[in-house]
């Protein structure tokens, strides 16, 4: 069974522009959820989603949205770039059932320059 | 707030040994635990999980002991091996709200051949 695949793997912005990542996440799981990695942090939880809909949001500005669509697959979207936004960041699926381990895929590096 | 707190940032053990990692969690409703590996420039490895209904839960090398009076869980690699050096996150949720995990900083684990 293929892993959660995020796409692009490597990105450099500047500060004021707009990206969107992707994630698609192992086939038959239902709930995709986004992290930000930083050195300083760890990693932080942006949001879930679920069905399509968002389950659940972390402690991020609305510079940071997503979205789910009907075959699973989850973008996110970060507007007006800041320097602080350059981090790994990370998708993991599930099943969506409550209780249920995540597998994460391999990142995507964010450099804003 | 850190919620989810790995307080080693680093351990060392020798090949054959026992490792034992630790990790301390503040909220009680938390009742869902996750470890992870992480190697440079990957996503983190799914290694092994505990439910709170649970004080033990094995997988090969790998043992989690979760004692939820003291907040606490622990990771035990016995035995440790090479290959098993790696930065190891644990993270934790309350499944009955989805799948949003907070994660430690991570412990950093060096096993010496």
């Known amino acids: 069974k293929a892993g959660v695949t995020q796409t692009p793997r490597y990105l450099i912005k500047t500060r004021g522009q707009q990206v969107t990542l992707s994630c698609s996440p192992i086939?038959?799981?239902?709930?995709v959820s986004w992290y930000q990695q930083t050195p300083g942090q760890g990693l932080q939880f942006l949001f879930e989603?679920?069905?399509?809909?968002?389950?659940n949001k972390g402690n991020f500005p609305g510079r940071f949205s997503g979205r789910q669509f009907s075959n699973s697959r989850s973008e996110m979207n970060v507007s007006t770039l800041e320097l602080g936004d350059s981090a790994l960041y990370l998708c993991?699926?599930?099943?969506?059932?409550?209780?249920?381990?995540?597998?994460f895929g391999p990142g995507t590096r964010l450099t804003v320059l | 707030d850190q919620q989810v707190k790995q307080n080693s940032p680093s351990l060392s053990v020798q090949e054959g040994r026992i490792s034992i990692l630790n990790c301390d969690y503040t909220?009680?409703?938390?009742?869902?635990f996750l470890w992870y590996k992480k190697y440079p420039a990957e996503g983190p490895t799914f290694l092994i999980s505990?439910?709170?209904?649970?004080d033990k839960n094995e997988d090969g090398r790998f043992t989690v002991f979760l004692n939820k009076s003291a907040k606490h869980l622990s990771l035990h690699i016995v035995p440790s091996q090479p290959g098993d050096s790696a930065v190891y996150f644990c993270?934790?949720?309350?499944?009955?709200?989805?799948?949003?995990?907070?994660f430690g900083t991570g412990t950093s684990l060096t096993v010496i051949p």
């Open positions: 993991a699926s599930s099943l969506g059932s409550l209780g249920n381990e995540q597998f």
């Open positions: 086939s038959g799981h239902r709930s």
């Open positions: 989603y679920f069905s399509e809909t968002q389950r």
């Open positions: 909220n009680s409703m938390f009742d869902y």
């Open positions: 505990i439910s709170s209904i649970k």
């Open positions: 993270a934790a949720s309350n499944s009955n709200t989805g799948n949003q995990f907070y």
